[in-house]
């Protein structure tokens, strides 16, 4: 069993940033690949960003594509996502998910919720007008 603990939430005028942070409880986080989700009220659960293993491999959502950037420390167990120029349809709760085995470099980016093993229990991001 992995533990995910997300953090660094929080309310944010449109236009701010906010890093969150996904860190996890097992050594083993290293061969895991990575995704962050969000849900937003009455809307499905959406992918927003993946990091291979090795953070070799990364990628985004259209609708984040060069305003937010995942990166890994796997020295720390830890996975980041930094979000910049942030808008009011950003809001959302934000969940990082781990999945055991990765895709071989090549192949497809996992982006659908069922391929992650485990989850966290969600950051609020709020983005204000």
């Known amino acids: 069993q992995v533990q995910l603990v997300e953090s660094g939430g929080g309310l944010v005028q449109a236009g701010g940033s906010l890093r969150l942070s996904c860190a996890a409880s097992?050594?083993?986080?290293?061969?895991?690949?990575m995704g962050w989700f969000r849900q937003a009220p009455g809307k499905e659960r959406e992918f927003v960003s993946y990091?291979?293993?090795?953070?070799?491999?990364?990628r985004y959502a259209d609708s984040v594509k060069g305003r937010f950037t995942i990166s890994r420390d796997n020295a720390k167990n830890t996975v980041y996502l930094q979000m910049n120029s942030l808008k009011p349809e950003d809001t959302a709760v934000y969940y990082c998910?781990?999945?055991?085995?990765?895709?071989?470099?090549?192949?497809?980016?996992?982006?659908?919720?069922?391929?992650?093993?485990?989850w966290g229990q969600g950051t609020q991001v709020t983005v204000s007008s």
């Open positions: 998910a781990a999945r055991v085995t990765d895709y071989a470099p090549g192949g497809s980016f996992p982006t659908n919720s069922d391929e992650y093993n485990y």
């Open positions: 990091i291979s293993w090795n953070g070799g491999r990364s």
């Open positions: 097992r050594r083993t986080f290293s061969s895991y690949a």
